[in-house]
């Protein structure tokens, strides 16, 4: 392998900072993960299990996910940190002369390819997302 793409988190999780002793960070993506549930699947389950739900999930339980997933990047890039790995990083990367041009490209690619599976607004999406983002940075 000659490289891959994964957030500090995934390193201690599935353990690769004991395979690696080089490591590239760019802020470049983030993940995302949901869980979803039809409104007619909930509407189904007994009151019970609804107030299981809702005591277990909305803003409250995505701060606390939030937070896990905080720690576990602390400790993944603090691994390679303590067994002397070479971290370079790249503070901007679509604004450094090296790294714009193919994520860049990369992100045109992954838009088209959107675009031809039907979702006509991922660029629109994509805009939206990287003005927020400058919104968040100000």
Same mark, same amino acid.
């Given at each position: 392998?000659?490289?891959?793409?994964?957030?500090?988190?995934?390193?201690?999780?599935?353990?690769?900072?004991?395979?690696?002793?080089?490591?590239? &960070?760019? =802020?470049?993506?983030?993940?995302?993960?949901? +869980?979803?549930?039809? $409104?007619? %699947?909930?509407?189904? !389950?007994? *009151?019970?299990?609804?107030?299981?739900?809702?005591?277990?999930?909305?803003?409250?339980?995505?701060?606390?996910?939030?937070?896990?997933?905080?720690?576990?990047?602390?400790?993944?890039?603090?691994?390679?940190?303590?067994?002397?790995?070479?971290?370079?990083?790249? &503070?901007? =990367?679509?604004?450094?002369?090296?790294?714009? +041009?193919?994520?860049? $490209?990369? %992100?045109?690619?992954? !838009?088209? *390819?959107?675009?031809?599976?039907?979702?006509?607004?991922?660029?629109?999406?994509?805009?939206?997302?990287?003005?927020?983002?400058?919104?968040?940075?100000?």
């Amino acid at each position: 392998m000659d490289g891959l793409s994964f957030p500090w988190e995934a390193m201690t999780v599935f353990r690769i900072n004991e395979l690696v002793n080089y490591h590239l &960070e760019l =802020p470049y993506y983030a993940g995302a993960i949901v +869980a979803t549930m039809s $409104q007619s %699947s909930y509407d189904d !389950l007994s *009151s019970d299990m609804q107030d299981v739900i809702d005591k277990n999930s909305g803003m409250k339980w995505s701060r606390v996910a939030g937070r896990v997933f905080d720690e576990l990047d602390r400790k993944g890039r603090e691994e390679a940190v303590a067994q002397g790995d070479t971290i370079h990083v790249v &503070e901007d =990367p679509l604004s450094d002369p090296d790294w714009a +041009a193919p994520l860049k $490209q990369g %992100s045109r690619n992954y !838009l088209q *390819s959107l675009e031809e599976r039907g979702l006509d607004d991922a660029g629109d999406v994509y805009e939206k997302a990287l003005a927020l983002g400058e919104r968040c940075q100000a």
